[in-house]
């Protein structure tokens, strides 16, 4: 819904005869800034900067360039933090989508690695997710407040997708997609620890709902 509304506003708003400008750059310091012009394919500025993590390899890059809008989660020009961790393997990120000529200056903090309190069901390794013995937990990172289950295909053979992941990426199925592979089925879970909260928020919104 978000993503229609803002998918319409950004037609509306944007001039149709000139293509839109954004900042380029990919190397970690993003030194080398270029100014590109987006292909009608990625019509949108996004500036992003990820930390992702592979056991014990830690990297981080920032990214400025065109985007489509899809890449973007949430509506333009709010910044927003998302993450898909799997315990062996993780990869966050903090990004601004926007639509005006090199809106996308902006180099964004480092995405939050302090456990947050929030538990899922995990696989302990990638050998565990192919072969599907999958018995661990995890304890949730930054902006991860939802568990991810399901399976994606790897190397053409079914995998186990298990871990925590930011709430933000389970309003889209497309989105989720992206990011575990067209084959994939991953649904969102509440995480163990605020299961209770999360029924009396939806309590509490039917509530509001028939008061209003
Ligand atoms: C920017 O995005 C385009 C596709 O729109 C891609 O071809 C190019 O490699 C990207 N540049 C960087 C620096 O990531
Ligand atoms: C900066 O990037 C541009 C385009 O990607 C490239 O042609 C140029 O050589 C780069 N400059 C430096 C100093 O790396
Ligand atoms: C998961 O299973 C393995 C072997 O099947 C076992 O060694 C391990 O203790 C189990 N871990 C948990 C957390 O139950
Ligand atoms: C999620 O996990 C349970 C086991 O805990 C499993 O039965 C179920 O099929 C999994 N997949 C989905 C898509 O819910
Ligand atoms: C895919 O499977 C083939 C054959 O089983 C194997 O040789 C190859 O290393 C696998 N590739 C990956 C990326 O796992």
């Not at 993590?53 to 830690?58: D, E, P, V």
């Not at 890059?61 to 709010?78: A, G, Q, R, W, Y």
């Amino acid at each position: 819904m978000q993503l229609l509304l803002s998918l319409c506003l950004t037609w509306a708003l944007l001039p149709t005869a000139e293509l839109l400008r954004c900042h380029e750059c990919a190397n970690e310091g993003c030194a080398n800034i270029t100014s590109t012009e987006c292909p009608a394919t990625s019509p949108i500025c996004r500036t992003i900067t990820s930390l992702t993590t592979s056991g014990s390899n830690l990297v981080l890059t920032v990214n400025k360039n065109c985007s489509t809008l899809l890449n973007c989660i949430t509506p333009l020009t709010i910044e927003t933090e998302w993450s898909v961790n799997r315990g062996f393997s993780r990869s966050s990120h903090t990004q601004i989508c926007c639509a005006t000529d090199n809106c996308n200056l902006q180099t964004l903090a480092v995405p939050n690695i302090l456990t947050n309190g929030k538990v899922c069901p995990s696989c302990a390794s990638s050998a565990d997710s192919m072969a599907g013995t999958c018995n661990s937990t995890l304890s949730c990172m930054g902006a991860e407040d939802s568990c991810f289950n399901g399976t994606s295909t790897s190397n053409s053979s079914q995998v186990i997708e298990r871990g925590c992941l930011s709430r933000n990426l389970c309003t889209n199925v497309l989105i989720r997609q992206a990011l575990f592979g067209a084959n994939s089925q991953v649904v969102c879970r509440a995480p163990w620890s605020v299961r209770l909260s999360a029924v009396l928020l939806t309590f509490a919104l039917t509530a509001c709902k028939v008061l209003v």
